[in-house]
Every structure is written in C-alpha cells, then in structure tokens.
T-cell receptor, first 117, second 114 residues
Framework: AQKVTQAQTEISVVEKEDVTLDCVYE???????LFWYKQPPSGELVFLIR??????QNEISGRYSWNFQKSTSSFNFTITASQVVDSAVYFC??????????????FGSGTRLSIRP | NAGVTQTPKFQVLKTGQSMTLQCAQD?????MYWYRQDPGMGLRLIYY???????DKGEVPNGYNVSRLNKREFSLRLESAAPSQTSVYFC?????????????FGPGTRLTVL
C-alpha cells in the first residue's frame, strides 16, 4: 500500500540556518510522482514541486532544493539560509500513475517549520 | 484567474444540521477533489470527480455526498453533521495527465460542528 511518512512533526530553527525536511514513501508502483506543498499560517496550500520516479536529479530553486533518492525511498526538502517567511507546514505527497482517470494523492502528516528571528 | 474558490470560508453547525460546501474552478480542469484536514493527519481524500458526470469515493467518504454540477463546480454535502466532521475542508482541481497532474487547492472552509 502507498504511504508517506514525515517523521518530523515540528522543527524550529533560527533564521539563516539551513533546515532539511524528511519524507519517506512507500509504493508498489514503478511509476509515481512526488510532491511538496507549503501551507503558510494563512491556511492555503501552495504547490512547490513535482518529481517523477524516473528522474532522480536533484533540483534547486533559489533557496529551496530537493533530494530524491529511489534507493532509500526518500524525497527530502532543504531550505538554505531560512527566513521567517518560510515558517509554514510542509506536506510531502505521493501520486501513483496506475489510476486511469484522476490522480489520487496521498499526503504525509506534515512538518511544522518555525523560523525564529 | 481566480483559480479554485470555495464558499463559505467559515461555518458553525449544530449536530444534525445539513449544509453544502461549494467549490468552483476556472482553470478548465477535468478532475476535482474534496479533502479534509485534521490536526496531525495531513489531508485525506473524501470524494473525487475524474470528469463531469462521474464521482468516486476516496479514503473517508462516510457521512458525505457530492455533486459534480458541471465542469466548473463540485459541491460537498453533509446531510446530518456530526462533531467528528469538524475539520478544514479543501477543494482541489487538476488536469488529468496520467498521474503527474498537479492539484491546485482552494483556500479551504473551516467547519465546526457543535
């Protein structure tokens, strides 16, 4: 069965520190997609990134980077030089390609990240 | 482009009351979804609609019904609200592309059932 585990419930760091959010997933499929979403205090869900299971290249977008490792079933998210505006709940999610009509995304339970000034 | 809109933003119900949560998207997406978010549990899929005229159960459908009114609108109905349905409800939409489609979310409805 598919499952997404975010073992870190809460993380608190001081501004400008680097922080890594862990995500471990389980799936029987060979083709799947991984996502990260951000939920700031205002409550909306903001899409950050999508990766497919065939592309293990790390991705960097400004201060954000993602490390996808199929061997360990992990898709970790690192924020470099964190800022107070990065404070949010971050969700990792998994979607499998075997469904024929609509994507069913399985979300992890989220990691609450607090950046202290 | 408003994206995905939801009404109302907040609602308080008494046990046994009914209500309908409305969702609309202007991105011309085929697929729409309803999730609930409870503390410490992430988001769980209630129902989804792969296309206009079709609906299917998700992980936690009990106590809910849905209607895909047209391509733009997907409503969620609570026939007889229970305190266990106190939650934040999110609607999402996506364009089906073989599983890699990205879901875009509305701002959520915070529902309290007393």
């Amino acid at each position: 069965a598919q499952k997404v585990t975010q073992a870190q419930t809460e993380i608190s760091v001081v501004e400008k520190e680097d922080v890594t959010l862990d995500c471990v997933y389980e799936t029987r499929d060979t083709t799947y997609y991984l996502f990260w979403y951000k939920q700031p205090p205002s409550g909306e869900l903001v899409f950050l990134i999508r990766r497919n299971s065939f592309d293990e290249q790390n991705e960097i977008s400004g201060r954000y980077s993602w490390n996808f490792q199929k061997s360990t079933s992990s898709f970790n998210f690192t924020i470099t030089a964190s800022q107070v505006v990065d404070s949010a709940v971050y969700f990792c999610a998994l979607s499998e390609a075997r469904y024929s009509s609509a994507s069913k995304i399985i979300f992890g339970s989220g990691t609450r990240l607090s950046i202290r000034p | 482009n408003a994206g995905v809109t939801q009404t109302p933003k907040f609602q308080v119900l008494k046990t046994g009351q009914s209500m309908t949560l409305q969702c609309a998207q202007d991105m011309n997406h085929n697929s729409m979804y309803w999730y609930r978010q409870d503390p410490g549990m992430g988001l769980r899929l209630i129902y989804y609609s792969a296309s206009e005229g079709t609906t299917d159960k998700g992980e936690v459908p009990n106590g809910y019904n849905v209607s895909r009114l047209n391509k733009r609108e997907f409503s969620l109905r609570l026939e007889s609200a229970a305190p266990s349905q106190t939650s934040v409800y999110f609607c999402a939409s996506s364009e089906w592309t073989g599983g890699k489609d990205t879901q875009y979310f509305g701002p959520g409805t915070r529902l309290t059932v007393l």
